[in-house]
């Protein structure tokens, strides 16, 4: 069993190592997340096909979702795009059946894309550092134990140092900030990646006037927030300093998805009596749109935007 190690080499045990929890467990077992709506999905095929028309709808167009879990936002997908557009999922575990057959399932992004790359709640599950603030005013490394003690360790680098100063600018002693530069270092490689189209993020986040005291960092399990013990048996999830990303738009999720023509109205109650099948799918849709956009839940949930043409 592992010793004291920072945070960011325990989530990565935890989560993504051999028996971790994101390469046995499927996401949708333990928390709800908006790619795994038909709403959802509806919004992203709004936008996929909004990107498709920018470029002039190019051969080879493919929309990637990395991070994808289960499948459900390109199940969905599958039934709302034109076969022309290629299917991408990336994904740690092994594809799940029943998945329709032009999704293609992969454990590393492509190299080139053209197209609309998407990571829904991804970046919240980087692993990164925590920093604690010691009696003395000086910034440590956080580190943990897999059973969930933790201690102060080393200075921080000057990297990590520099991403705190800009970005996150704890002080006083006991203080404690999580370390977004991993986030920024993968969102940014993972645009590189595209030659033309639209990557999107969508997570948890906060803002620099309104950085959680104490940071965020939490586990989820069985539908529960639980200690965040990174023993593998939890999910290990801090939210993401959406501003430090680079995104060129940064939006809340309840704006993006109106901005895409989501509405979250019910349908007539007349049509209960004349199509009951049609009214209760309206219905269903209606409380999905709702759901993601609740200011007090999914829909405060953050877009992060980069077009490049």
């Given at each position: 069993?592992?010793?004291?190690?920072?945070?960011?080499?325990a989530m990565?045990?935890?989560?993504?190592?051999p028996g971790?929890?994101?390469?046995?467990?499927?996401?949708?077992?333990?928390f709800?997340?908006?790619?795994?709506?038909?709403?959802f999905?509806?919004?992203?095929?709004?936008?996929?096909?909004?990107?498709?028309?920018r470029?002039?709808?190019?051969?080879?167009?493919?929309v990637?979702d990395?991070g994808?879990g289960?499948?459900d936002l390109?199940?969905h997908?599958a039934?709302?795009l034109?076969?022309?557009?290629a299917?991408t999922?990336v994904?740690?575990?092994?594809?799940?059946?029943?998945?329709?057959?032009?999704?293609?399932w992969?454990?590393?992004p492509p190299?080139?894309i053209?197209?609309l790359l998407?990571?829904?709640?991804?970046?919240?599950?980087?692993?990164?550092?925590?920093?604690v603030?010691?009696?003395e005013g000086?910034r440590?490394?956080e580190?943990?134990?897999p059973?969930g003690?933790?201690?102060s360790?080393?200075?921080?680098?000057?990297?990590d140092a520099?991403w705190?100063?800009?970005?996150?600018?704890v002080?006083?002693p006991?203080?404690?900030?999580?370390?977004?530069?991993?986030?920024?270092e993968a969102?940014r490689?993972?645009t590189?990646r595209?030659?033309?189209g639209t990557t999107?993020?969508v997570d948890y986040?906060h803002?620099?006037?309104?950085?959680?005291?104490?940071g965020?960092?939490?586990?989820?399990?069985d539908?529960?927030?639980?200690?965040?013990?990174?023993d593998?048996?939890c999910?290990?999830?801090?939210?993401?300093?959406?501003?430090?990303i680079?995104?060129d738009?940064?939006i809340?999720?309840?704006?993006?998805?109106?901005a895409?023509g989501?509405r979250?109205?019910?349908?007539?109650?007349?049509?209960?009596?004349?199509s009951?099948?049609?009214?209760?799918?309206?219905?269903a849709?209606?409380?999905?749109?709702?759901r993601?956009?609740?200011?007090?839940?999914?829909?405060?949930h953050?877009?992060?935007?980069?077009?490049k043409?």
């Amino acid at each position: 069993m592992a010793g004291f190690e920072r945070w960011g080499e325990a989530m990565r045990r935890a989560l993504y190592g051999p028996g971790g929890f994101y390469r046995r467990e499927l996401p949708a077992n333990h928390f709800a997340t908006s790619a795994q709506t038909r709403a959802f999905a509806a919004a992203i095929a709004r936008l996929a096909t909004e990107t498709d028309v920018r470029l002039g709808r190019p051969d080879g167009f493919t929309v990637v979702d990395v991070g994808a879990g289960g499948g459900d936002l390109l199940a969905h997908l599958a039934a709302l795009l034109p076969d022309r557009i290629a299917l991408t999922a990336v994904e740690l575990r092994p594809r799940p059946s029943g998945l329709p057959e032009r999704v293609a399932w992969t454990p590393e992004p492509p190299e080139r894309i053209t197209g609309l790359l998407t990571a829904c709640e991804l970046l919240d599950n980087v692993p990164c550092d925590i920093a604690v603030v010691d009696a003395e005013g000086v910034r440590r490394y956080e580190e943990v134990d897999p059973r969930g003690a933790v201690r102060s360790g080393a200075r921080l680098d000057a990297a990590d140092a520099d991403w705190l100063d800009r970005w996150w600018p704890v002080k006083a002693p006991g203080e404690r900030a999580e370390i977004g530069r991993p986030r920024d270092e993968a969102w940014r490689a993972l645009t590189a990646r595209l030659d033309r189209g639209t990557t999107l993020a969508v997570d948890y986040g906060h803002t620099a006037d309104a950085r959680p005291e104490g940071g965020t960092l939490t586990g989820f399990k069985d539908g529960r927030l639980a200690a965040p013990i990174p023993d593998g048996t939890c999910d290990l999830t801090a939210h993401v300093a959406v501003d430090a990303i680079g995104a060129d738009r940064v939006i809340r999720q309840r704006d993006a998805l109106r901005a895409l023509g989501m509405r979250g109205e019910r349908p007539p109650l007349g049509l209960a009596r004349t199509s009951p099948v049609e009214y209760a799918l309206a219905l269903a849709a209606s409380g999905e749109a709702a759901r993601l956009a609740d200011p007090a839940g999914l829909g405060a949930h953050w877009w992060m935007r980069t077009d490049k043409d």
